[in-house]
Structure formats: C-alpha cells, structure tokens
C-alpha cells in the first residue's frame, strides 16, 4: 500500500480572484510554449503538459534542486504523481529570492535578466504571494493533493521549512504556464529574458 503525506504546517498564502482592469502583469502577445523537458531529460519522466488543475489544492513552487533524484526510476509512485501534476520548467538561475506575484488571471515568476530585481511596476499592480530561489534554474510547479507520496511529500516539506519553496493557495481552475518572452539583447541567451507565467484559463 503506498502511504500518503500530510502538510506540514506552515504560514500560507491565500490570493482570491480580482475584477480585471487595464493593467496585468503578463502580456500574453510576449507568450511563448515552455519546452518539452522529455527531450532534455528523457530519464526523469517530466510531464510534457504544460496545464496545471488547481481543485481545492494547494500549488507549490520549488527549485528541482530539492527534489534530487526522486524522480528516478521513472515509474516510482513519486515519479507518476510529479509527471501527472506538476509542470517544470527552465528559468534564468538565480541564487537569491524573487517574489512570486498574483493578479486575477496570472501568477508571475519575474525572472527576466532585465529587471535587475526592481520589480516596482509588478508590485503597483498585483499582490506578492510568496519568494522563491531557482540556483538550479529549473522549477516545479506542483499541484498539492491528499495522494500525494510519502517520499515526495519528505522532500517538499524540507523544501518549504528552508524556504525554498512556496505554497499558494490559488482560485480553482485549469492553468497554462507560458514563457513570456522580453526583448534580448544581441548576443544574449533568450532563456535569461524570460519571465514565468501560469495563466488561469
């Protein structure tokens, strides 16, 4: 029988919808598809889908790094549960905190080398919900449900205690995570101008 984990308990951030006006934090002419991980890592199982299903569950952020080799073998419960509900995806490095922010129908990962951590336009307009730290660059985005594994649910809660994750309480619904994609400078690698979006559809 595979056992299931329970939450350990932390502060918790709730964001409820918003009536929508003029100003958003993304820009969905700036959106791009995240890439297919199965190809980059054919060995860890990674979802090919970029959708996320919040119903009454938790969404947690958390650096790969965290999770190690939980992924492997590829047909271990943990593996089977990340790849049906969770995302991951590829972020410009950072070794420090960014702010992960709400608005009703976007949750942003600001990432993008150019904003040089001034984030004063996003914060007018939507609500910090929590901070993440990516030195791996690459993230998962994960949908917390009762079912999920001991193993799994061992390495999220170590996560969340040093503060390398963060669990949001988000509007039910089905979300599509984008790249949204800034202009880059000649020469530069577009990965680092690139911020993170899951979009409530």
Not at 178 to 201: C, D, H, M, R, W
Request: proline share 7%.
């Amino acid at each position: 029988m595979t056992q299931t984990w329970m939450f350990i308990e932390s502060p918790l951030k709730t964001v409820m919808p918003q009536n929508p006006e003029s100003f958003t934090l993304a820009n969905p002419k700036r959106f791009k598809t995240i890439q297919d991980l199965t190809k980059m890592r054919p060995d860890c199982g990674a979802s090919i889908d970029d959708v996320l299903v919040i119903d009454n569950d938790f969404l947690l952020i958390v650096d790969c790094a965290n999770i190690g080799d939980i992924l492997n073998p590829y047909n271990s419960p943990s593996a089977s549960y990340v790849r049906t509900h969770g995302v991951m995806v590829h972020g410009y490095s950072h070794s420090g905190y960014r702010p992960v922010f709400w608005r009703d129908p976007f949750l942003l990962l600001p990432l993008s080398n150019h904003l040089k951590e001034n984030f004063m336009d996003y914060e007018d307009i939507g609500e910090v919900v929590g901070s993440v730290s990516c030195p791996s660059g690459s993230f998962l985005l994960l949908s917390i449900r009762e079912d999920v594994p001991m193993p799994l649910g061992g390495l999220l809660d170590g996560a969340l205690a040093s503060k390398d994750g963060v669990k949001i309480k988000l509007p039910n619904g089905t979300y599509r995570v984008f790249y949204e994609q800034f202009e880059t400078p000649e020469g530069s690698n577009k990965g680092l101008y690139q911020n993170i979006v899951a979009q409530k559809q």
